[in-house]
């Protein structure tokens, strides 16, 4: 199989906090790591595209200083959400890939809410 | 990266087959199919890939035609744990390429 877990899977906190969400394949290693945003009723947007050892890429509009992404390992991939505000909620998901031609396998998401 | 249309929702009742129909017209030479069915407040879940002709595994069937412009994903003899939305996703198959765009998805309804 290829498991991806996520932790933790829903975050209740207070605006102006930080909040770390970690991303790691338990059984394969990731040369590519994603991170999505969904908001209810929607579809997937992507956030940015993470290779080990490299810098994150960002789709436009979504802000570097403020989405912080680190891809340490083949297995861990982590995104901060610095001084989070009540519009940074949403659910949060990360994807691993082994190879760029085989498929994503997902987390199952982060709950952020931010009051 | 090649746009997905899918149709937005489709109704179905238990026990039989289902068609979902993605068109992907700008399809690039590099680019591969994969399919994911999303149950909410769970992340997405890795159902089929393909590249062209037909793909069989044991949930599933993925039908490319030959100029790849679309492909159907096909579930035999649906069942009410079915219900959930599925995401046809073009992915580019060079190493690194990354990029991956969701489209909307197709809210697929099992009914007894």
């Known amino acids: 199989g290829a498991v991806v877990s996520q932790h933790p899977s829903w975050v209740i906190c207070k605006s102006g906090t930080s909040v770390k969400i970690e991303c790691r394949s338990l059984?394969?290693?990731?040369?590519?790591m994603f991170w999505y945003r969904q908001f209810p009723k929607q579809s997937l947007m992507l956030m940015a595209t993470?290779?080990?050892?490299?810098?994150?890429?960002?789709e436009q509009g979504v802000e570097k200083d403020k989405f912080l992404i680190n891809h340490a390992s083949l297995t861990l991939s982590t995104l901060t959400v610095t001084s989070a505000h009540p519009e940074d909620s949403s659910f949060y998901i990360c994807?691993?890939?082994?190879?760029?031609?085989?498929?994503?396998?997902f987390g199952d998401g982060t709950r952020l809410s931010i009051l | 990266l090649a746009k997905t249309t899918q149709p937005i929702s489709m109704d179905s009742y238990e026990g039989q087959e289902v068609n979902i129909t993605c068109s992907h017209n700008?399809?690039?030479?590099?680019?591969?199919i994969t399919w994911y069915q999303q149950f909410p407040s769970q992340g997405p879940r890795f159902i089929i890939q393909?590249?062209?002709t037909k793909v069989t595994n044991e949930v599933a069937s993925l039908f490319i035609p030959a100029d790849r412009k679309s492909s159907t994903l096909s579930l035999p003899r649906v069942s009410l744990s079915d219900t959930a939305v599925y995401y046809c996703?073009?992915?580019?198959?060079?190493?690194?390429?990354?990029?991956?765009?969701f489209g909307d998805g197709t809210t697929l309804t099992v009914k007894p």
């Open positions: 393909g590249y062209k």
């Open positions: 993470s290779n080990e050892g490299s810098k994150a890429t960002y």
């Open positions: 994807s691993a890939r082994r190879q760029s031609n085989q498929p994503q396998h």
């Open positions: 059984d394969f290693q990731a040369t590519t």
């Open positions: 700008n399809i690039a030479t590099n680019d591969y």
């Open positions: 996703l073009v992915e580019d198959g060079r190493t690194n390429a990354g990029k991956s765009t």
